[in-house]
């Protein structure tokens, strides 16, 4: 469309009965009225304290009520009895509601203040603090309604902290970005805050340790030492308002990265060497590159498969519940974790129990195999008829894989949340294949390093090998107790937080 | 076999995969699917202001962005008067002219919109001049002008403007333009047909809503007041931010006699927007019906000193009949020596008259009538001058206004009666 042609609908009449052009002393325009809730949650009360700024020609209109003596001038008493009186409508204006209840506020402070502004006129400031009596020793939802006008020319702004209160999550932040009205940011008068409401969702109170949380994903994610910066970057980016193309192509390079990082930590390197080990000692030479790009791609599949699959049952159970969703995501996910943490170590304990009844026999064989049918996870198992193969087989291979891939990383899990939650779904799946992809790297080159021509590395882990394999099955259990119990603690916090 | 097996395994494995990527996309919060090879991005927003913003942050080296930031924020300054989008619309069209300084017709107009906008009509029409030259066949360009030309006191040139842009787009806008240059002309009749043209075409809520209270604004200078107010509510269901129409329902509550209701109307109006025209015509009604105007008063009083640049006309009528005349006459002086408008000659005369210097305010005052669209306060105004000269007949030209209009103004109207019933007094 022609880019002048919607101007045209413009009737410029209008224009011209607007008011003059003036030299605006105020930033927001001599017209403004802004305003300021800085909200404070504490046990037993809720503290508004709230900043009026006018500019030149509101304070004009309210200096005549406020001379009450009619002497041309406001002084120190009849601001005070001003502010008095504002504050008080104020309060009338200002709703809250917790949990279904409105409260009512009572102003506790006021005062009433005059800068020179522009012309030889005045600028004003009235603050006020209001307070509404409200037990947050439990948890409380909140509404609030600041009552300022959003027709009405201005910056309008509310920030919540929890003074003793965990707040869990808020619609508005914590920190004043224009100072409680005394420096707009650049640009303000362009493109002023307009924000009237909040919404708080109070947690009881603050233990020591749990200072209030920021809105967001719940915190599923368990934190990975060295991984933990690049998981919050990923969320941070996951999260991010605009989704551009370079933020887009940095989040799936860093879900890579993510990924790979995860296949280094205990459980997916060992199934990895053990898989290629076994794929070098096997029949076949050379087996060990197809083994070690079978594990691989395998991982991927089934670990993508995975975190799609809990994903799925969490937003198909949670999509009923509507805004409720974050805050019982982190109930479902502990619970779905603990689950498959549950069937993880009845896995492994029949397979332990497989290996006392073959009298550790024939180890080379029955490794691998404790997970087979793992990708039905959730579903049925039906263990205990172990293959018997002559030697490491594809499928042993891709059970190994399927083990591997099978537990799907919390991390991975959340970035998947955080971006169902967002409305970005696609965007989300998109991450999770990469870090997928970045496992699957990382596991063959892995594979690929130690099964290489027989070095000398590849040589020093052979000697490893009975070890080696005697501790995969423990291994296994110990990995799925730690699921369950992450699954559970999870579970836990999220249904105190809930 | 052992081969087909894995790669069962792995085409299960895949098709799991996609199946719960089907699933996630289908339960998923609302979104559509991206284009494939393409990262989703949100969608643009619907406010013309913010989808211009966001353009021009995309692509910061379009100079046609630019010049639709400059159109969009020119736009929005009309609802949310001093908001800083005037400063914004100027840097955005500096920032568009820097990138493309020949044949950037956008920013021409877009130029001279703002300098409308800004009460610079001599600035707007050489934008217009310039924009109709680079662009004969372009339509925006002359709705600059006609704007420009119409303010200036150009009638011939604003004319010819209008007929050009009724040409080549004939819309809402050029029927609106039309209509004004109609009423100008004193021609009302015409001047309702073409507005009521404009509104049938009217694409927008907010377009519909700006013809409607146009409407008002016609049928209330010929005091047809029940016909006003409809117009005015009709537009206030289009749009309640639609501020001219609040305006025309509080001023006309009040002519039929709901004063309390006028008050509460106008209150919440300069609660929001404290412009001049709706400050004075409630300090009046207040002052009319013996309530304090001192808020409103002393609001127009800050607003006079803020002021910089041209005149605002309400702010010189507020000077010339709650202030210091002598001052009005000053600016509206220079005013006439910028722009020989009816609107100005009006308020000029008006200023001489309460200055006392009805001699030099008769030529003006009368001009305003027979050159102008001819208003029950024109009118008025003439017969006050009249009247305080002496001059036979200026006793009938009051009455007349009163028969025809018997509640022009909450205060003029009273003044006028004073006139009548006690001839040769002055009015204060």
């Known amino acids: 469309m022609n880019p002048t042609a919607r101007w045209l609908a413009v009737p410029a009449v209008a224009l011209l009965a607007l008011a003059p052009v003036s030299a605006a002393a105020h930033p927001l325009g001599n017209f403004s009225v802004n305003r300021y809730d800085g909200l404070r949650l504490l046990p037993d009360r809720i503290v508004d304290t709230v900043v009026v700024d006018t500019a030149e020609i509101p304070t004009a209109q309210d200096r005549t009520a406020a001379d009450r003596n009619r002497d041309g001038t406001v002084d120190a008493e009849e601001a005070a009895l001003r502010a008095g009186q504002r504050c008080a409508e104020l309060a009338g204006a200002v709703r809250a509601v917790a949990d279904g209840r409105e409260l009512a506020w009572q102003p506790v402070s006021s005062g009433l203040s005059h800068r020179p502004g522009a012309a030889g006129l005045a600028t004003a400031r009235l603050g006020c603090e209001l307070v509404a009596a409200v037990d947050l020793t439990r948890p409380v939802r909140i509404s609030f309604h600041s009552g300022a006008d959003r027709e009405r020319l201005g910056w309008k702004e509310i920030t919540a902290v929890g003074e003793g209160v965990a707040l869990r999550a808020a619609s508005v932040p914590r920190e004043s970005s224009s100072d409680a009205l005394d420096s707009y940011p650049a640009g303000s008068a362009e493109q002023p805050l307009g924000v009237v409401t909040a919404e708080i969702s109070a947690d009881g109170p603050a233990a020591a340790s749990r200072s209030g949380e920021r809105r967001g994903v719940p915190p599923l994610a368990v934190g990975l030492p060295a991984l933990g910066g690049i998981e919050q970057r990923l969320a941070s980016l996951t999260t991010a308002r605009d989704l551009t193309v370079p933020v887009g192509l940095a ?13 280094a930590l205990p459980g997916h390197a060992k199934l990895a060497v053990a898989a290629c080990l076994t794929g070098t000692t096997g029949p076949r030479r050379g087996g060990g590159v197809r083994a070690a790009l079978a594990v691989g791609a395998t991982v991927t599949v089934t670990h993508t498969a995975g975190v799609l699959v809990v994903g799925l049952a969490l937003t198909a159970s949670t999509a009923l519940v509507g805004d409720r969703l974050l805050s019982r995501l982190g109930l479902l996910g502990g619970a779905l974790v603990a689950v498959i943490g549950a069937l993880l170590v009845r896995t492994a304990v029949r397979t332990l129990r497989g290996r006392a009844d073959h009298g550790g026999g024939a180890p080379d064989h029955d490794h691998g195999h404790h997970e087979h049918h793992g990708h039905d996870h959730g579903g049925h198992h039906d263990h205990g008829h172990g293959h018997r193969h002559g030697g490491p087989h594809l499928p042993s291979l891709l059970g190994v894989g399927l083990a591997g891939g099978l537990v799907p990383s919390p991390s991975a899990l959340v970035i998947l949340l955080g971006a169902v939650a967002l409305g970005r779904t696609s965007f989300g799946v998109l991450l999770v294949l990469g870090y997928g992809l970045g496992m699957a790297l990382a596991l063959t080159a892995a594979g690929l390093l130690l099964s290489g021509g027989g070095t000398r590395l590849a040589g020093l882990t052979t000697r490893r090998i009975p070890a080696l394999r005697r501790l995969v099955p423990y291994g296994s259990l110990l990995t799925a107790l730690v699921v369950l119990a992450v699954g559970l603690g999870l579970a836990l916090r999220g249904a105190v937080g809930g | 076999m052992i081969r087909w097996h894995g790669i069962a395994a792995t085409v299960g494995g895949g098709l799991l995969v996609l199946a719960c990527a089907a699933g996630l996309l289908a339960l998923g919060p609302g979104t559509p699917a991206p284009p494939p090879g393409r990262v989703a991005a949100p969608p643009p927003p619907a406010d013309r202001l913010a989808a211009a913003r966001q353009a021009t942050e995309a692509r910061p080296q379009d100079a046609t962005a630019w010049a639709e930031l400059g159109l969009a924020a020119v736009d929005r300054a009309r609802t949310t008067p001093e908001g800083g989008q005037l400063t914004e619309a100027a840097r955005a069209l500096a920032d568009s002219l820097a990138l493309r300084p020949e044949h950037n017709y956008e920013a021409q107009v877009g130029s001279g919109m703002l300098a409308n906008a800004r009460h610079e009509f001599a600035a707007a029409r050489e934008f217009g001049r310039s924009a109709t030259t680079m662009a004969p066949d372009r339509a925006a360009g002359y709705a600059v002008l006609a704007d420009a030309e119409i303010q200036l006191g150009d009638y011939p040139a604003a004319t010819a403007a209008t007929q050009r842009l009724l040409d080549l787009a004939p819309g809402s806008a050029a029927f609106t333009r039309a209509s004004y240059d109609l009423e100008t002309h004193g021609r009302t009749g015409e001047a309702v047909f073409a507005q009521e043209r404009a509104l049938e075409l009217a694409g927008t809520p907010e377009e519909q809503a700006f013809c409607a209270h146009r409407l008002g604004d016609l049928a209330w200078e010929q005091g047809e007041l029940a ?3 409809q117009h005015y509510r009709h537009a206030l269901a289009l749009r309640s931010d639609d501020r001219f129409a609040a305006f025309g329902a509080a001023r006309t509550a009040a002519a039929l006699g709901r004063t309390e209701e006028a008050l509460q109307r106008y209150g919440e109006l300069v609660e929001r927007a404290p412009q001049p025209q709706f400050l004075l015509e ?28 041209p005149v ?19 600016l509206l002086t220079e005013e006439w020596g910028r722009r020989r408008s009816v609107l100005v000659a009006e308020e000029l005369g008006w200023a001489l008259h309460r200055a006392g210097r009805d001699g030099e305010a008769l030529p003006h005052a009368r001009f305003a009538v027979e050159s102008g669209s001819g208003s029950a306060l024109s009118r008025y105004r003439l017969g006050a001058v009249e009247h305080a000269l002496g001059l036979p007949g200026a006793d009938d030209l009051l009455r007349a206004v009163l028969r025809s209009h018997p509640h022009f103004s909450a205060y003029h109207a009273g003044k006028a009666r004073q006139l009548l019933g006690a001839p040769g007094e002055g009015e204060r």
């Open chain 1, 251 to 263: 989040a799936i390079a860093l879900a890579l990265l993510l990924g790979a990082g995860h296949a």
């Open chain 2, 282 to 309: 409630l300090a009046e009604l207040q002052l009319a019906a013996g309530h304090p105007a001192a808020a409103q008063l002393a609001a127009l009083d800050a607003e006079v000193r803020l002021a910089t640049g």
């Open chain 2, 312 to 330: 605002d006309l309400a702010l010189a009528r507020y000077l010339a009949d709650h202030g210091d005349a002598a001052q009005a006459v000053r």
């Open chain 2, 227 to 229: 016909t006003a107010e």
